[in-house]
């Protein structure tokens, strides 16, 4: 693996105990990376008025974006829906550490992509409101199962691996309603005259081009325990941990994308 300049995480879900904190830890700790975005749901603030869960590895995980900062790592945070309140002091800079709205980030090999947690977009995506509520009651659910089911297999010391990931890409209401989301982001992206979007959000890791637009999703840190990073040629690539499954932005993509940076 190449060295790692700009890494992508969001949807942590810190204070809940579905947050995947010693495996993310792991993953900061072997990349390195020398630029850091946390793309919103870091804290899972909402859930947290209900019931804190913020046991010792999530309280480390904490401490390592600080020292990671310290150390000269530029952080940008951009909370989500989850960690909404911290918008209201989008602007405060602490060092290496930023809180932004939205970002626009230009790779190495000189590409511009919007940068958002995604949540903004939910207005766009035409699913009946009955079957979000429902999705949402089956996510909780969902997030159970994957729990417990890991749980077994950490007794059984066999790896994590994502229960919740291999139930949803079987219901087509759970695809539409990704399809409906990276339509969405690319036409924000393309509207303001960008290369790509990246954002976090929908928990599905993934590249996408749709009409001379990359979309590119980091995935989450409760179910599929993913991440968006960029290499220090500019190549994009998916990591999943702990298996360290590398999945490039394909060539394709990669030479449209350049040929319209280049014209």
Known sequence: MQNIHTMFISDVHLGTPDCQAKLLSEALTQLAPKKLYLVGDIIDLAAMRKKAVLPQDQQLLIGQFWQMAKDGCEIIYIPGNHDAPM????GLKLGKLQIRRKAIHKTRDGRRFLVSHGDEFDGHVRIHPLMLLLGDQGHQLLLWL???????R?????PYRSLAAMIKQRFSTAQRYIEHFQQAACTEASRQSLDGYIGGHIHQAGFTHLKGTLYC??????EHCT???????????????PTMKVISEPAALM?????LVHT
């Open 87 to 90: 918008r209201k002091i989008c």
């Open 146 to 152: 994957n729990r417990s089911y890991n749980k077994l």
């Open 154 to 158: 950490q007794w059984l010391n066999m």
């Open 217 to 222: 999703n980091d995935g989450d840190w409760v």
């Open 227 to 241: 991440a968006l990073v960029e290499t220090d040629n500019g190549t994009l690539q998916l990591l999943e941990w």
């Open 255 to 259: 030479q449209i994308t350049a040929d």
